[in-house]
């Protein structure tokens, strides 16, 4: 599975960070519904994986005050906050698409 994510050019432990945010806002819902709690982890795993090391160098690169004593720490929390974050967006993207999609009655 290691190599596999190499291939992608992914850290594994950075998708692992996202989709437990991703587990963690789909489980904190109030109501539940199917596509959520599958759709959330993955969500959040993908963007982990692709905006976690662009946002923390972009934080870096901007002077922006962030923990330096541990490196992976730092990332691995960025992560997480990422597949949180993703979720939110991708709620408002479902219930965009299930509107639109949905008949007029």
Do not use: N, Q
């Not at 905006?51 to 962030?66: D, E, M, S």
Request: hydrophobic share 55%; glycine share 8%; proline share 6%.
């Amino acid at each position: 599975m290691h190599d596999w994510f190499d291939l992608l050019g992914i850290k594994g432990p950075v998708v692992a960070a996202g989709l437990a945010g991703g587990v963690l806002r789909a489980l904190s819902r109030h109501r539940y519904k199917v596509r959520e709690m599958v759709a959330s982890p993955i969500c959040g795993a993908l963007a982990a994986a692709y905006l976690t090391l662009p946002v923390v160098h972009y934080f870096r690169a901007t002077g922006l005050p962030i923990p330096a004593t541990d490196d992976d720490t730092t990332t691995l929390a960025a992560a997480f906050l990422i597949g949180v974050s993703a979720m939110w967006i991708s709620d408002a993207l479902f219930e965009f698409i299930v509107r639109k999609l949905k008949p007029m009655a």
